[in-house]
Every structure is written in structure tokens, then in C-alpha cells.
């Protein structure tokens, strides 16, 4: 249960998707604008070096009848350091394929920074599913893949960007517009996750700029949300996810974001069946802080 609803946060704040391309203009009483395209387009041999930084959190407390709360906690935190080259690019323009030196690399699961066994040099496939192999084509630890794939998307932007956080007209900065929720409902539903798009409430807010960036913040909250994978006979009685993200963003649309951010979080309530018949009341509580950092080579 736990990887899907995190999958969902992504999916809400548009985590590893495409960026905001921006471009300037003037409105009506002067102020500049920037147009909102939501898409990026390196070319085969763009290269920057990455700083990737996760640190996940999960509490959670199970009442049994009659008996006392137990909780249980733990705690992920991922650091990475690489350098990252285009090798190919999609029919639309968007990176399919990369190559990506490892600098350094440490998960810590609450023992501890490890570093992981890992190849000097990857290869990311982007695809449905997509794919991180060694430099000759064969897999990678499983679970190295699965730590690297948190930070380095190996999909495509789970939606449309543009229908998602995008919008027709240009802003200045203080300008905002709101999320589709039906594209973001659409979009968990794909990973099993209903809910109804009157329960997704999001805006994007253009709230500084300089003479080679935007920031945009987007704040998106989903309540009433249809967890999967419950065992039978549960029932949910809260489930609510929250997130803010955060993109720095050159004006040069070719250019990745210089840094983006991500703090999320997820609360579930649900009464669960025991093997007495009764129900057990469980609370599940989730935080997220992910953020990238970017420097493009000349």
C-alpha cells in the first residue's frame, strides 16, 4: 500500500515530469509576463551534474479491540551525486534515453548510510515500464534500481503537463490559475487510486522571477481518496494527501530546472479485520521532502 500512495503523491505534484517552459512578454499595464508551456526539450549531449536528496518518514499506529495503540515507525533517506548526458530523444522531444555517471550514492534506512552495489555507469530507458541497466544492457540489483528510480524517473510524466499545471495565458509574477483535477484523477486512477475530482483542489503561483528564471509553487491537497491494496472488509475512514512543489526554472525551455522540490504528505485512517472478526483501527501517517538540484554543462 505504502509504495502506491507515494506513487500518487508524484503523480499529484508532477515529481520527474517535464518543467515549465517560460517566455517573456508584456501585459496590459506593463508588468512582464511569461508564458506557461509545460515542456522541456534537451537535446542528445545536454550534460549537468544532479544533486538528488529524499527523506521519507511513515508512523503508523494499530488499536486492536480492547487493547492498546502500538506504533511503529521508520525512516528512508536517499543521497545522490551524478552526472547525467542525453542519448536519445522520443518522437515528442523528450528524453528517452540517458546515460548517468555515479559521484556517490548512500541510502540509510535508519541504520545508517550505506552505499549501495552499483555499477559506476547506467543507462535509464524511458517507458512504461522503463528500465536502468549497466552500460552493456544488463539489469542492476533490483533494489539499487528501485532507490534510483525514486530520484531518476524511469517513466515518461505520468500526464499531460500542460492540461495539468499549465494554462493559456501569460502571468506576471503574483499570477496564478488552478490544476485540472480531472486530469489529476485520472491519473492516480491509472495507479489504482480513486477519487472524485471535485476532492482535488490545486494552484500553481508564479512567485518571483529574474532576468534567466521563473519560480513557480504548486500547492495540491486530495481528500476522500481510494487507497488500493486493503485487505477485505476494510473500511477507510480518512485518507487525504497534501503537497507542495517547487521549480526554479530557466527561460532557455532547452535547460532543465536548476532546482525543484517536493514536501508531501499523506494521512490514512481505516478499521481493518482481525482474525476474530473484529476490526482493528489503524493510522497511517507519511511524510516526504525530495528535492533536485541541477548545473548544465556549458
Known amino acids: 500500500m505504502k509504495s502506491e500512495i507515494i506513487a500518487g ?6 515529481c520527474g515530469a517535464s518543467a515549465p517552459a517560460a517566455q517573456t512578454g508584456a501585459s496590459t499595464n506593463g508588468s512582464q509576463t511569461y508564458s506557461i508551456q509545460l515542456v522541456r526539450h534537451p537535446p542528445v549531449g545536454a550534460r549537468w551534474t544532479e544533486t538528488d536528496h529524499l527523506r521519507a518518514t511513515e508512523e503508523q499506529t494499530a ?31 523528450q528524453v528517452s534515453r540517458l546515460r548517468v555517471a555515479i559521484r556517490s550514492f548512500t541510502v540509510d534506512s535508519g541504520h545508517g548510510p550505506q552505499t ?17 541497466t ?33 494554462t493559456p495565458q501569460a502571468q506576471a509574477v503574483g499570477g496564478s490559475w ?60 480518512r485518507a487525504e494527501v497534501e503537497a507542495t512543489q517547487e521549480d526554479e526554472l530557466p527561460l532557455d525551455d532547452a535547460r532543465l ?7 508531501a504528505s499523506v494521512d490514512v485512517e481505516v478499521d481493518m479485520p482481525t482474525p476474530s472478526g473484529a476490526q482493528a483501527h489503524v493510522v497511517l501517517s507519511m511524510r516526504q521532502e525530495l528535492s533536485h538540484e541541477r548545473t548544465m554543462a556549458p
Open 178 to 237: 488552478s490544476i485540472d483535477s480531472h486530469s489529476a484523477a485520472d491519473s492516480l486512477a491509472g495507479l489504482g487510486m480513486t477519487v472524485d475530482p471535485a476532492n482535488v483542489q490545486g494552484v500553481t503561483t508564479l512567485v518571483s522571477a529574474t532576468n534567466d528564471a521563473i519560480v513557480l509553487r504548486t500547492v495540491t491537497r486530495a481528500t476522500h481518496v481510494g487507497v488500493p491494496s486493503l485487505p477485505a472488509g476494510s473500511v477507510e475512514r
Open 63 to 93: 488499536t486492536q479491540p480492547g487493547g492498546q495503540p502500538e506504533t511503529h515507525g521508520s525512516s528512508t533517506e536517499i543521497q545522490l551525486v551524478v552526472d547525467c548526458e542525453v542519448l536519445a530523444l522520443d518522437a515528442e522531444r
Open 257 to 263: 530546472p536548476t532546482r525543484d522540490s517536493v514536501h
Open 134 to 166: 549497466d552500460e552493456q544492457g544488463q539489469p542492476i540489483e533490483a533494489g539499487t534500481a528501485q532507490a534510483l528510480g525514486i530520484l531518476l524517473p524511469t517513466s515518461p510524466p505520468p500526464v499531460d503537463m500542460n492540461a495539468h499545471f499549465g
Open 9 to 14: 503523491v508524484l503523480v499529484l505534484v508532477g
Open 116 to 132: 549501495p552495489v552499483c555499477p559506476p555507469v547506467v543507462i535509464i530507458e524511458r517507458g512504461r515500464p522503463g528500465t536502468i
